[in-house]
Nanobody, 132 residues
Framework: QLHLVESGGGLVQPGGSLRLSCVAP????????IGWFRQVSGKPREVVSC?????????????YSADFAQGRFTLSRDNAANTVYLQMNNLEPEDTAVYFC????????????????????WGQGTQVTVSS
């Protein structure tokens, strides 16, 4: 379901920064998982960073960041604004992709926040292009 509203993408030079925003319905604190994914042209969608909320299930209460994101990308959220952010620093041409925000409001027995399957809401995607 396309229920999230994303913004912040655009064209940036290598080494630059972007901050992506994603507004979620309701209260983001109620979601069991939030995450950022990206899809490079011609390649499968992959996780950037995600957080799972502890809901008592076996696989909850975890965080994950892709190797390429560690040290450069930071997922955060503002509960009052129902907004999820992805701060991206030191961007590289290889980061060029469509970036998606995702959220899950379903209680699951097993949850993998890095999996695209375990999300009920998605944004439309925002293009990030890193080029000189």
């Amino acid at each position: 379901q396309l229920h999230l509203v994303e913004s912040g993408g655009g064209l940036v030079q290598p080494g630059g920064s972007l901050r992506l925003s994603c507004v979620a319905p309701g209260f983001i604190s109620d979601y069991y998982a939030i995450g950022w994914f990206r899809q490079v042209s011609g390649k499968p969608r992959e996780v950037v960073s995600c957080i799972s909320k502890d809901d008592g299930n076996k696989d909850d209460g975890s965080t994950y960041s892709a190797d390429f994101a560690q040290g450069r990308f930071t997922l955060s959220r503002d509960n009052a604004a129902n907004t999820v952010y992805l701060q991206m620093n030191n961007l590289e041409p290889e980061d060029t992709a469509v970036y998606f925000c995702a959220a899950d409001d379903k209680l699951r027995l097993h949850r993998y926040c890095q999996s695209t399957v375990d999300y009920t809401y998605w944004g439309q995607g925002t293009q990030v292009t890193v080029s000189s």
